[in-house]
């Protein structure tokens, strides 16, 4: 079974600041990547998504994500964070051999941004 | 288009009762899945369903029973409520095709059973 590990809880950067947020997977062959968002009250918003081709793949928000499959990982980048970033951000993956068709999800990150 | 409606927004619950769930979406998704969302823990997939008439168990089904009669409807019943599923649930909808396409996610039903 797959799985996903976000490794940090909690991260707080100054705005402007650019931004990483971790993301580490468990599966036998590629998977589907995806990064959500989720704002404070509300449903997940999907940033971004990766199956196949270029390994860095560019979303909304000015968000992107890099899949590098030597560390089994999909990170999450921006250059220049924004006060309303601020918002927890849920890694997914998704696995290709099932009918299935549903998400993984890992624990999340919440981001706070400081002005 | 309104998307994916749950109701109600929050629920409050006695141990042992009963209460239904309800998810609607009016894009004509073929798959809708109900899952769990607590502190902690990500997102946990309770059921799924990837067209009428068809569901199936997903990581966390106990306690939960769906049904799918129709495309735009499906509900998730709790028959007897326990503190244990006291949680966020979250519908989700996607469409048929490329088997990840983009999951469209309700505002979430906050439920506490006491």
């Known amino acids: 079974a797959q799985s996903v590990t976000q490794p940090d809880i909690h991260i707080t950067v100054s705005e402007g600041a650019s931004l990483e947020l971790r993301c580490n997977y468990s599966?036998?062959?590629?998977?589907?990547l995806f990064w959500y968002v989720q704002s404070p009250g509300q449903g997940l918003q999907l940033l971004l998504k990766?199956?196949?081709?270029?390994?860095l793949v560019q979303g909304i928000k000015g968000f992107e994500a890099e899949f590098k499959r030597s560390q089994s990982s999909f990170n999450l980048r921006k250059p220049s964070v924004h006060w309303s970033d601020a918002a927890e951000y849920f890694c997914?993956?998704?696995?290709?051999?099932?009918?299935?068709?549903?998400?993984?999800f890992g624990s999340g990150t919440r981001l706070q941004v400081q002005p | 288009n309104a998307g994916v409606t749950q109701t109600p927004k929050f629920q409050v619950l006695k141990t042992g009762q009963s209460m239904t769930l309800q998810c609607a979406q009016d894009?004509?998704?073929?798959?809708m899945s109900w899952y769990r969302q607590d502190p902690g823990m990500g997102l946990r997939l309770i059921h799924y369903?990837?067209?009428?008439?068809?569901?199936d168990q997903g990581e966390v089904p106990n306690g939960y029973n769906v049904s799918r009669s129709t495309t735009e409807d499906f509900p998730l019943r709790l028959l007897s409520a326990a503190p244990s599923q006291t949680s966020v649930y979250f519908c989700?909808?996607?469409?048929?095709?490329?088997?990840?396409?983009?999951?469209?996610f309700g505002p979430g039903t906050r439920l506490t059973v006491l």
């Open positions: 599966y036998g062959a590629t998977p589907y």
């Open positions: 989700a909808s996607s469409p048929a095709g490329d088997p990840y396409n983009e999951q469209f």
């Open positions: 990766y199956f196949s081709g270029d390994t």
């Open positions: 894009m004509n998704h073929e798959y």
């Open positions: 997914a993956v998704g696995a290709v051999d099932t009918g299935r068709r549903a998400l993984t």
């Open positions: 369903s990837v067209g009428a008439g068809i569901t």
